[in-house]
């Protein structure tokens, strides 16, 4: 025998499957497509691209206000997060080589000088080098010959950087990707609960 549910109680659980959907949905989507902007090439525009459309979709559920809300705290949660992963992940599963600065170069950037250091690896068979610029550890101080340690990602994925760069997350990142997710998913409950209660 089948139970026939009042129309009222199909749009009630409707709803709560759709908010509840929303509260788990959306941040898994933003840290998968936090994870494939760390990766410079056409994944980084899908992860983007993605990223979009999950936050366009969320605003929309939540309400004008609300999903406002959302859509600034998820993206900043975004830009948080990737970098904390790639921290954590280089930390823990980069192969550490022996290498020397066999190049640097700079180049002009919106607010003063860059600098890239090629990078050569000389504990390995086949020397490998590697383009490293300054956010991932090519300073003022390195000078072409000089001795550093260099640390790649086995899987390719991250962007080899050199060892002065690579200390696992910063607190920083853990906590102030920790209070974004908190205040996204607070502003998805806030949101979803206020669109029931207009529509009561």
Same mark, same amino acid.
């Given at each position: ?42 994944? =980084? ?6 990223? =979009? ?24 949660? =975004? ?5 904390? =992963?790639? %921290? ?14 066999? %190049? ?18 000389? +504990?390995?068979?086949?020397? +490998?080098?590697?383009?490293?610029? @300054? ?11 000089? +001795?550093?340690?260099?640390?790649? @990602? ?47």
């Amino acid at each position: 025998m089948t139970e026939v549910y009042p129309r009222a109680s199909r749009q009630e659980l409707r709803r709560r499957l759709g908010t509840l959907g929303v509260l788990v949905f959306l941040p898994l989507a933003l840290t998968g497509c936090a994870w494939l902007a760390q990766h410079q090439g056409p994944l =980084m525009l899908a992860g983007a691209i993605l990223a =979009m459309l999950s936050l366009v979709v969320a605003w929309a559920m939540c309400g004008a206000g609300p999903g406002a809300c959302v859509a600034v705290s998820g993206f900043a949660f =975004m830009l948080f997060v990737g970098p904390a =992963m790639g %921290d954590y992940l280089l930390n823990h599963r980069g192969v550490r080589h022996g290498a020397v600065i066999g %190049d640097v170069s700079t180049y002009w950037k919106k607010h003063g000088d860059g600098r890239a250091c090629t990078v050569v690896t000389t +504990d390995t068979d086949k020397s +490998d080098a590697y383009e490293v610029d @300054d956010p991932d550890g090519c300073e003022g101080d390195l000078r072409e010959g000089q +001795d550093v340690t260099l640390v790649v @990602d086995p899987e390719g994925w991250l962007k080899p950087r050199l060892s002065s760069r690579v200390n696992g997350v910063a607190p920083y990142l853990v906590w102030t990707s920790a209070g974004l997710l908190t205040a996204t998913e607070g502003f998805v409950l806030y949101g979803r609960l206020r669109r029931r209660g207009l529509r009561a």
